[in-house]
């Protein structure tokens, strides 16, 4: 298999949202060089030279690092709002990291579990699930700024343009699906937005007020990247809840498989103000499994909000 078909192949793979094609092009008299054109579902194409990733092949690189300065090359050549000039527009979303592991590694990201919070410029409502303008590593570097500065900057402006909603689930199946269904004791959360509001969870005294008026430990199911539902932890039978939410994102009827965001439970410890995934062992226990998390090379308790020295 030669070098363009390798290519093809990862790009499938790993890209595949997008529609690649070649051209040659005369760029100038007697030299003609071939471009590699990626268009998306809104028909905005990026172009980039097939020849300098073919030159790139030859001195070493491997399809993996070629495929990920492919994606970069797309995001940062991407229109952004106003130019790129301003970060106004800075949203964030939580997503799976099982969905792309080699994309997480080019782009900054806070672990929350097996979920990622990442980092994104909104640029129109066509464009709010897979075709967002990702901050990149890159970009990071070039907006002279820590992965801690821009967490804390992008959920600030999120709280402020999409604030988060808190309803009963009953009242959101009636005004979404208008239909009648009984009261059940769970919350719905997400933003105003409803469009990958699940990292709504995150923002600051979101838990800390819901678990204040349930009195009680909470249960968290990632329902999808669009919205979390919450549960007191006394009114649920948590490993037949988690294979049904585990059978849910298998079938993709309910949450198509780019929107799935994880096939765990999650609790949350009102007293530590901690989000943690139950185990299964846990759950038969009604135990909490504490997820460890690395902060300047020490383990500690995933807050469910970031501390000022995370920060």
């Avoid at 410029?121 to 970009?139: A, H, V």
């Avoid at 989000?275 to 226990?285: A, M, V, Y």
């Amino acid at each position: 298999m030669g070098f363009q078909e390798k290519l093809e192949d990862h790009l499938a793979k790993h890209l595949n949202g997008y529609c690649f094609t070649y051209r040659y092009i005369k760029d100038r008299p007697g030299k003609i060089v071939t471009v590699l054109e990626a268009k998306d579902e809104n028909d905005q194409i990026t172009r980039f030279s097939f020849d300098r990733l073919y030159d790139d092949h030859v001195l070493g690189a491997d399809m993996r690092t070629i495929t990920s300065r492919v994606r970069n090359l797309i995001w940062e050549r991407g229109p952004l709002p106003n130019g790129g000039k301003t970060l106004c527009d800075l949203y964030v979303r939580l997503n799976s990291v099982l969905l792309d592991p080699m994309m997480l590694e080019d782009i900054p990201h806070r672990k929350v579990g097996d979920m990622a919070l990442t980092y994104h410029i909104r640029r129109d409502k066509n464009d709010y699930l897979y075709r967002p303008s990702t901050i990149t590593n890159e970009l990071l570097r070039g907006l002279q700024m820590s992965r801690n500065e821009l967490d804390e900057l992008a959920l600030k402006i999120c709280r402020a343009k999409y604030p988060a909603e808190v309803l009963p689930l009953s009242d959101t199946i009636r005004n979404n699906f208008k239909r009648e269904c009984e009261e059940v004791p769970a919350w719905y959360i997400s933003d105003r937005e409803g469009i990958t509001g699940a990292a709504a969870i995150l923002y600051d005294g979101v838990l800390e007020k819901l678990s204040r008026k349930l009195r009680d430990e909470m249960v968290i199911i990632p329902s999808s990247i669009h919205e979390m539902i919450v549960l007191p932890k006394n009114k649920v039978d948590l490993p037949g809840l988690e294979e049904l939410l585990k059978s849910q994102n298998k079938a993709h009827q309910m949450v198509r498989s780019k929107e799935v965001l994880s096939d765990h439970l999650y609790s949350y410890d009102r007293e530590g103000r901690t989000i943690q995934i139950l185990s299964r062992k846990e759950e038969r226990n009604d135990g909490i499994c504490e997820m460890e998390r690395h902060v300047g090379g020490r383990k500690g308790k995933l807050p469910a909000r970031a501390k000022d020295e995370d920060r």
